[in-house]
């Protein structure tokens, strides 16, 4: 008699980039490009501290701001790398694009896809990049998947709570946007994202990138606070209206009917 084969578990496939632990958001605005990003990042024992996430550089003729989400250190190691190549090219906000792409590939060739499957997924990153063209006055936004570039426009969100701040983006981004509403707005869509998603926490950090008056580039960077959190509305606030039943203004009850 021949004895069955011991029975064999299939192999589980994960999906890379499942364990997104950072909201981040690129947006572009009439005055500015502006990043924002909770603040939240898990240590290598489970412990958890409070980091900046958001990358900043200028050249001659350009600034560019680069959002993290996935792994922590490869993350940082990418956008390092995207910004010392930049320096060496005078030309590189003209089109920036090739640039990203050869050092995104460079990076996955050598730290994620030479890994196994589970190693892969820990080393997944996602990247959001604005680039402003002090001469021109362009705006670029990108955001990566894996080594691909892709083009955003006006907005761009990557990490866990992405779906949320997509959903509220979507409906309440409009043109003409300037930077100090821009961050009224993204101060009300992250704190929807922290009340949602787990692993979106701590602070959350804005960085704006400007060109001022005389030509200057200026970054400014603030954290929220409590107070701020509090001065925005509730979403059930804002949707009581719709819900609550009222009659018209100067509408008349029947006892008031003569």
């Known amino acids: ?3 069955k084969p011991p029975f064999t578990k299939p192999k589980e496939r994960h999906g890379r980039m499942s364990r997104y632990m950072t909201l981040v958001i690129g947006m572009e605005c009439h005055d500015c490009l502006l990043f924002c990003a909770d603040r939240e990042e898990s240590t290598e024992y489970g412990g958890k501290r409070s980091v900046s996430k958001i990358h900043e550089a200028i050249g001659r003729n350009w600034m560019m701001g680069i959002a993290t989400s996935g792994s922590g250190p490869l993350g940082d190691v990418g956008a390092l790398k995207i910004i010392s190549e930049a320096r060496k090219y005078e030309d590189f906000s003209d089109t920036p694009t090739p640039l990203l792409e050869r050092v995104l590939l460079r990076i ?3 730290y994620v896809f030479p890994r196994d499957e589970r190693r892969q997924m820990e080393r997944g990153i996602s990247l959001v990049i604005g680039i402003l063209n002090s001469e021109t006055g362009e705006k670029f936004l990108f955001k ?3 080594e691909i570039v892709k083009p955003q426009p006006h907005y761009a969100c990557a990490g866990a709570g992405q779906e949320i701040a997509h959903y509220f983006l979507g409906r309440l981004y409009g043109d ?3 930077g100090s509403e821009a961050l009224v707005l993204n101060a009300f869509v992250v704190r929807e994202a922290k009340a949602s998603v787990g692993g979106v926490g701590r602070e959350s950090e804005f960085v704006k990138f400007i060109r001022d008056i005389d030509g200057h580039h200026v970054t400014t960077r603030t954290l929220t606070s409590d107070d701020v959190w509090n001065r925005l509305p509730h ?11 009222s009659k018209p203004s100067g509408a008349q009850t029947s006892e008031q009917e003569p």
């Open 144 to 146: 990566t998947f894996e």
């Open 108 to 110: 996955y060739k050598r």
């Open 235 to 245: 979403l059930s606030h804002c949707l009581s209206p719709f819900w609550k039943e």
């Open 1 to 3: 008699m021949h004895s």
């Open 176 to 178: 003409g946007l300037k």
